[in-house]
């Protein structure tokens, strides 16, 4: 007889509400698995004293570690299971608070390493990407009856903000940080803590694991540097080859003003996770820019493939792994752009040719979801409990 568990998802706050959605869905394939689930939402959790509320469950689960701060207050602890959802750099402050029996799973296998390595204070970690569409999957829109063409979903953060921290940690380091930024903005797909360890090599510092993994944490801002820098340039060279771009996030004022005027690039605003997906239902190609998970994947891709619209991306080893290039996706050279566009304006001219790869996508990506996402969860969880010594990801 199945061993029915008692689970708490602890769901915080994210940008947009994407990780609110995959709690929710998350809730609803324990439940449908035959588990009693408990929703705490810190968002409204009241700021009071409480006690070993945590005892009663066999298992909780949060995306980027919430409700690590109350987990750590209480004297019994259950199996804590985080599925980060940004890269460990960013949580740095938080994983360093991680102890007890926890798992840590990252969507990307380089991200694992990187826990394994810098923070011995964590139990497991294994890879677990994203699953694709929360909830109800909309209607399917025949291609040419669908509004957008080619659109982007994302955010564009304020490039004076960015410089600013920039400015200030080449006062504080000096010739170091010059040498990686330079390098960083030359290889924008390149894993920035092989160039960071490089370059700290190459300067003749002696950094130990401990001082690696915060100096890391301290630099972040040369992440966030390139990632507008590529963003910026995947739109320009989209438009610049001929193919106008439909945009929902926020920041693309930045950029757009003398684009705008000349109907090459539609900003929309923000919209909320859970209202993407119609978006997305409704466009013909979503372009997907990934930050570099050169392991992993974006929940986008999933996101799309399962909304029925043509997924273009540029490349990781994971999802080579999974699809085929002109078959169930477009992958795409983030040095060659012009490709892109010439292959997008292929397809929004050949409807046939278009529902084929969008056919074979919705096909191919049907086993990344979030319900089988819960059962490899519940699997593994129930490995390590049973056979830890055996246990491998």
């Not at 002696?206 to 100096?215: A, L, T």
């Not at 005027?261 to 909320?272: F, R, Y």
Request: with cysteine; charged share 25%; proline share 4%.
């Amino acid at each position: 007889m199945k061993e029915i568990k008692k689970i708490l998802i602890i769901k915080g706050s994210s940008q947009y509400g994407a990780a609110r959605c995959f709690c929710d869905e998350l809730m609803r394939a324990f439940c449908n698995m035959g588990h009693l689930v408990t929703m705490l939402d810190l968002t409204t959790f009241p700021d009071a004293e409480c006690g070993d509320m945590f005892a009663q469950y066999d298992m909780i689960f949060s995306f980027d570690l919430a409700g690590i701060e109350l987990y750590n207050t209480m004297s019994v602890k259950p199996f804590f299971w985080t599925m980060l959802i940004d890269p460990p750099i960013y949580l740095n402050e938080r994983l360093k608070q991680m102890n007890g029996d926890v798992m840590v799973s990252c969507i990307d296998r380089r991200h694992v390493s990187y826990i394994d390595r810098y923070y011995k204070n964590i139990t497991w970690t294994c890879f677990m990407p994203h699953g694709g569409v929360t909830g109800k999957i909309p209607a399917l829109i025949p291609y040419k009856e669908r509004s957008y063409d080619a659109v982007i979903m994302g955010s564009l953060q304020p490039l004076d903000l960015i410089n600013t921290v920039i400015d200030s940690l080449k006062k504080d380091y000096g010739p170091l940080i010059s040498d990686i930024i330079d390098d960083a903005m030359l290889n924008p797909d390149a894993d920035l803590t092989i160039i960071v360890f490089d370059k700290i090599k190459e300067s003749g510092a002696d950094f130990d694991d401990s001082m690696f993994r915060e100096f890391m944490y301290i630099i972040r801002g040369i992440d966030a540097l390139r990632r507008f820098y590529k963003r910026k340039a995947l739109v320009e060279g989209l438009i610049g080859n001929g193919v106008p771009v439909d945009i929902w996030g926020i920041g693309w004022e930045q950029i757009a003003d003398k684009y705008e005027s000349q109907n090459l690039i539609k900003l929309h605003g923000e919209v909320s996770y859970e209202e993407s997906k119609y978006i997305i239902s409704n466009s013909k190609i979503l372009i997907n820019d990934m930050p570099p998970y050169h392991e992993g994947s974006h929940e986008r891709v999933f996101m799309g493939m399962q909304c029925r619209t043509i997924v273009a991306s540029d490349r990781s080893i994971f999802l080579e792994e999974c699809f085929k290039d002109n078959e169930d996706i477009l992958f795409y050279d983030t040095n060659d752009i012009r490709d892109l566009a010439s292959r997008i304006t292929g397809y929004l001219q050949d409807p046939v040719k278009a529902q084929n790869i969008i056919d074979n996508a919705y096909q191919s990506s049907d086993i990344h979801t979030w319900a089988s996402r819960t059962a490899a969860i519940l699997e593994i969880t129930d490995t390590i409990h049973h056979d830890p010594v055996l246990w491998t990801e």
